[in-house]
């Protein structure tokens, strides 16, 4: 019984779904409006000959817009206009010896929307659906756009707004997070003539998550590495990150290459490890749900340079290099002195007072040695003089030629008998 009655839902979901441009059920979400049965239609830029009874021979017509002017005929008895705009909607009354005989409603039909689309995402899975519509013929000033939802048992109805500087019309439709199923949308754009569903959309809730492109993206060299370059980024508009994570995409190409190359990552960063060195390249960077496979827009182009002795960083997106001012450009004059940063001289300062210092201290300790040698130097002379003075050998004999020179005879007189 489950079986039958879910292919009894989708078969009443294709009947009344399927064929809702031809059907009746078509009446039912975009009805026709109420148009006077008197009425002139005409199509936007066509010609008008019309007359009214009673209007035979010469007469005049006039509008009854205040701005209006009288037109007079030849024969008096048609109204003739050329190439006729929505401007020209108005009552048309015909005039005869002053008196009106008759009156017409000249409206003007808006042309059939061809090849238009309907484009429906929501940027988060917490958020309501936005649905954009471009028309592809000009539409009817007072024209109103309504998206249908069909879901049984009855549709459900969102006005949509129509943004004259984009010329598109937005739809937001209410969406349940976690809900699931088919989304079917059928556009209907009425105006005072007619009315006819333009466009129509199904899809995969899950499918109508489109992620933004991601922000900030910048691309900076990867230091003493000419083949590596590095680039970041921020989350996409709308997406907190705090449950839903996502997943981003980088298409990196050499400027001027038909050749590009994606990498994947989780990451807020990612390192391209095949640069080209001296080469411009150009980056772009889109994000996806992690568990979803439908990619969001791509960024703006940002570009970068491996790494060089000249390397810098292009940190503006869509821009080729930052402008040079300048003060970078020109040369100093002859008589400015270029400014070199006070802590460069920190380190030859410091240099230069360490060799000073050693060697101020050792010409101190050579004083020091030189007088304590002249000093002991004087003190063993004074307390030994003997001690550099050579004595000479006695010759090999039993007596000795003569006394040593240094001998001293002591005579001892007699002692006296008195005494």
Not at 110 to 136: A, M, V
Not at 142 to 154: E, Q
Not at 299 to 307: K, Q
Request: hydrophobic share 35%; net charge neutral.
């Amino acid at each position: 019984m489950v079986g039958t009655a879910g292919c009894c839902s989708a078969l009443i979901i294709v009947l009344c779904c399927g064929p809702f441009r031809t059907s009746r059920a078509a009446g039912t979400i975009c009805p026709k409006p109420a148009v006077p049965e008197d009425a002139i239609l005409v199509t936007l830029h066509s010609a008008v000959n019309r007359t009214c009874a009673g209007c035979e021979g010469r007469g005049s017509w006039s509008r009854h817009n205040p701005h209006g002017n009288l037109r007079s005929l030849a024969d008096g008895s048609h109204l003739v206009l050329s190439s006729v705009t929505y401007e020209d909607e108005d009552n048309y009354t015909c005039y005869k010896d002053g008196a009106a005989v008759c009156s017409v409603e000249l409206m003007v039909k808006d042309e059939q929307q061809d090849g238009s689309k309907l484009f429906c995402y929501h940027r988060h899975p917490t958020h309501n659906i936005t649905c954009h519509w471009k028309p592809s013929r000009q539409l009817h000033p007072s024209a109103r756009a309504t998206l249908v939802g069909v879901r049984l048992p009855v549709p459900t109805f969102y006005p949509c707004t129509y943004d004259s500087s984009s010329e598109k019309f937005t739809c937001s439709v209410l969406y349940s997070e976690g809900s699931s199923g088919r989304q079917l949308f059928y556009l209907c754009v009425s105006s005072r003539t007619t009315s006819q569903l333009t466009a129509s959309l199904e899809a995969d809730a899950k499918d109508l998550l489109h992620v933004g492109p991601p922000l900030n993206v910048c691309v900076a060299p990867v230091e003493n590495n000419r083949r590596r370059l590095r680039v970041s980024w921020s989350r996409p508009e709308f997406w907190d990150g705090l449950f839903y994570h996502l997943k981003y995409q980088v298409l990196y190409q050499v400027e001027g290459s038909p050749h590009a190359s994606n990498r994947t990552t989780k990451e807020m960063a990612f390192i391209i490890p095949d640069a080209v060195m001296g080469r411009k390249h150009l980056i772009r960077v889109r994000a996806s749900e992690e568990y979803q496979e439908n990619w969001g827009s791509w960024s703006e182009v940002a570009m970068g340079v491996p790494w060089s002795d000249e390397a810098k960083a292009t940190l503006v997106p869509s821009e080729y290099d930052p402008p040079i001012s300048q003060e970078e450009t020109d040369p100093p004059k002859n008589n400015e002195v270029l400014k070199i940063p006070r802590i460069i001289w920190i380190g030859p300062c410091v240099a230069i007072g360490l060799v000073i210092f050693f060697l101020l201290g050792l010409w101190i300790r050579h004083q020091e040695i030189k007088v304590q040698k002249l000093k002991w130097g004087f003190l063993h002379t004074l307390f030994h003089p003997s001690s550099k003075v050579d004595t000479m050998q006695a010759p090999a004999s039993e007596s000795p030629l003569m006394s040593s020179p240094l001998s001293m005879a002591l005579t001892i007189p007699p002692r006296l008998d008195g005494e």
